[in-house]
Nanobody, 117 residues
Framework: QVQLVESGGGLVQAGGSLRLSCAAS??????MAWFRQAPGKEREFVSA????????SYADSVKGRFTISRDNAKNTVYLQMNSLKPEDTGIYYC????????????WGQGTQVTVSS
């Protein structure tokens, strides 16, 4: 069974940090990513990492504050979030795709991140 399981969300004050984890099982992925959805807004891309090369990409809104990484041994992707802002609040989803491009075909259940001002 292909599965992505997120953890690490929570409530934090503005300026604080959180680390999200996404454990993958059942399949290997070419690329894994984090998306988020704020209340009343569409889901948006946050960051992605190519599993083999470790190449990363970020949305402009999180560059310099968030860092995506992976642990091959644990088959886990992380999102380190620093200098959090209230506008970072939302449900964060982990996603994976089998190929270098195209849509993400596997999604986690999401984890809530709330940043208070």
């Amino acid at each position: 069974q292909v599965q992505l399981v997120e953890s690490g969300g929570g409530l934090v004050q503005a300026g604080g940090s959180l680390r999200l984890s996404c454990a993958a099982s059942g399949r290997t992925f070419n690329t894994m990513a984090w998306f988020r959805q704020a209340p009343g807004k569409e889901r948006e891309f946050v960051s992605a990492i190519r599993w083999s090369e470790g190449t990363t990409s970020y949305a402009d809104s999180v560059k310099g504050r968030f860092t995506i990484s992976r642990d091959n041994a644990k088959n886990t992707v992380y999102l380190q979030m620093n200098s959090l802002k209230p506008e970072d609040t939302g449900i964060y989803y982990c996603a994976g795709r089998r190929f270098i491009s195209g849509s993400y075909d596997t999604w986690g259940q999401g984890t809530q991140v709330t940043v208070s001002s």
